[in-house]
């Protein structure tokens, strides 16, 4: 995620650097750029953790890994049609996609209409982007802690004397 975001930037800075921008402009493009990643950051980070804690079962007190798969995917689906809309030249979010991003933040226990709103106001590509990086990076350790899990499992259930072997 970081990597992304760091490297976009030292992208658009060389080739300002190599376009001749003046100093001035170089320093303001930069603060801009660099205000601009941490409203990304803050914003991925704040969804993902509203979707991770909304998947926490309030019985056991324990992660429902289900339940957080199912809106990971729901959440990818809805940021993948935005990228592909701004990519097509359309809004990033059409009536479908409003509400399906209206949905996903009731889901998380939020005001659907007021944080959507707010949200599609700030959604560009690069926050789609570091979003889709931080719900698979999610899936992913997902899938790790559950092997290890099984894996565990495996290991109590085999009898004691293939341990020994």
Do not use: C, H, W, Y
């Amino acid at each position: 995620m970081v990597d992304f975001l760091k490297g976009f930037k030292e992208r658009v800075m060389e080739a300002l650097k190599k376009g001749g921008l003046a100093a001035k402009d170089m320093f303001l493009m930069e603060n801009l750029l660099n205000q601009r990643i941490k409203q990304i950051r803050v914003v991925s980070a704040a969804v993902l953790s509203a979707v991770i804690l909304s998947s926490k079962d309030e019985q056991t007190n324990t992660l429902d890994r289900m339940k957080l798969n199912k809106m990971l995917s729901k959440m990818e689906e809805v940021f993948q049609k935005a990228s592909k809309n701004i990519a097509n030249g359309k809004r990033a979010f059409g009536k479908e996609e409003k509400q399906q991003l209206e949905e996903l933040f009731n889901e998380v226990g939020l005001d659907g209409k007021k944080a959507s709103d707010r949200f599609i106001a700030s959604f560009d590509s690069l926050l789609a982007v570091t979003l889709l990086e931080g719900a698979e990076k999610v899936k992913g350790d997902l899938k790790q802690e559950q092997q290890a899990t099984q894996k565990q499992e495996d290991l109590k259930t085999e009898p004691k004397e293939k341990l020994k072997l």
